[in-house]
């Protein structure tokens, strides 16, 4: 199975197209460059299957993923992933051999998990998620499907790959959000308390499969700031007499996200289409959006300067749904974004080699 990629560099008043393989880079002589969009297909074409478009900043390059295939009589089915590792996300298909088969009751599930399906025109797709602390070694997943009466089944191991995650030493002062006494205020608990469930609100959503063939970097500017499951101390402290800062527990967090830099006013795009469940203030995370793409399968964006979509908005991909900023627990300007499969946080950027098609 064959990936190529095809790439489209978007500057102002000029649109240049070119053919490349994966990793080459683009631009002007001045480097004056927005974006560029990959098409990712199969060489092996399917009937009524798209290409997969992909927008990302200049210098960036999403990679090739990994693929394991495997079939049987009606279907060819393959898994892709970044890696296929701890804290990736996996997109798999399943597609019908030829015309005139039918298969109905399909299920999919990985290490005894179901993961919901998207019918389409050529078979199935899905999206699930290697949890960031899921043991090194073997994934059995299990493709099941009726066909003329019959029940099929066909198995696929996935060897996890071990990740050693950064390890941050130094305790993290974040000033006020540090002091235990900032959060005593009345009004402060109240305002938390509310953020809190509007939090749980948008989570709780749970609509059909709303991503397409595009995807998109939530940057037009690559530089990461803080790396995905890094494992972070956070200073805490009470104030005593004269103002002195007396140590309490440290606590411990994993980065459950990934951190870019970013100017105030900078543009923050959506990830992939989907739904807008959340667009706040919110206490912690400041300004964010929680977009929704089917499935259980959520992108959010936090600590913004300005929102520019609304609770109830479809977006799609690469569109613009907010600017960098430092609302909430943030010391300085940058773009906090996450990527939620049913529950599981993966990294954000193993979505972006994957060639998601409908």
């Known amino acids: 199975m064959r990936l190529w990629i095809k790439i489209i560099i978007f500057m102002p008043f000029i649109c240049l197209w070119s053919c490349a393989s994966a990793g080459t880079r683009h631009g002007n002589g001045d480097g004056a460059l927005f974006a ?8 092996d074409s399917v009937q009524g299957r798209t290409d997969t478009v992909l927008k990302v900043p200049q210098g960036y390059t999403a990679g090739s993923p990994g693929v394991i295939k495997f079939s049987d009589d009606y279907f060819d ?7 296929f590792a701890q804290g990736n996300a996996v997109y798999a298909e399943f ?7 039918a298969a109905e009751n399909a299920l999919f599930t990985l290490k005894g998990e179901k993961i919901p399906l998207t019918a389409t025109s050529w078979g199935y797709r899905c999206i699930a998620a290697i949890h960031p602390e899921q043991k090194p070694g073997k994934l059995e997943g299990i493709f099941t499907y009726t066909s003329g009466g019959k029940s099929r089944l066909i198995r696929v191991t996935v060897n996890v790959k071990d990740v050693a995650y950064p390890v941050s030493t130094k305790r993290l002062d974040l000033g006020k959000f540090s002091d235990e006494s900032y959060y005593k ?48 101390i956070y200073l805490s402290y009470a104030k005593k007499k004269n103002n002195k800062k007396v140590n309490s527990k440290s606590r411990v967090s994993y980065h459950r996200g990934v951190d870019f830099k970013g100017d105030f006013g900078a543009p923050v795009y959506a990830m992939a289409d989907g739904l807008v469940v959340l667009s706040h203030l919110m206490f912690f995370e400041g300004n964010m959006v929680v977009v929704d793409h089917g499935n259980k399968v959520f992108t959010y964006y936090m600590h913004l300067d ?49 060639p998601v098609t409908r």
């Open 77 to 83: 089915c393959a898994l892709f992933a970044r890696d």
């Open 95 to 101: 597609v019908l051999k030829g015309r005139g088969l």
């Open 36 to 43: 560029s969009a990959d098409k990712m297909s199969q060489g």
């Open 185 to 232: 205020d009345p009004e402060k608990k109240k305002f938390i308390k509310e953020c809190e469930e509007l939090r749980s609100q948008a989570f709780r959503s749970d609509t059909a499969d709303s991503m397409t063939n595009s995807l998109s970097h939530p940057r037009d500017f690559h530089r990461i700031t803080g790396a995905y499951w890094n494992k972070r």
């Open 306 to 354: 300005s929102r520019s979509v609304n609770a109830g908005d479809r977006v799609r991909a690469g569109q613009q749904i907010g600017k960098v900023g430092s609302t909430g627990t943030s010391t300085g300007p940058h773009l906090h974004v996450a990527l939620s499969i049913r529950g599981v946080h993966v990294d954000p950027l193993s979505l972006l080699c994957l």
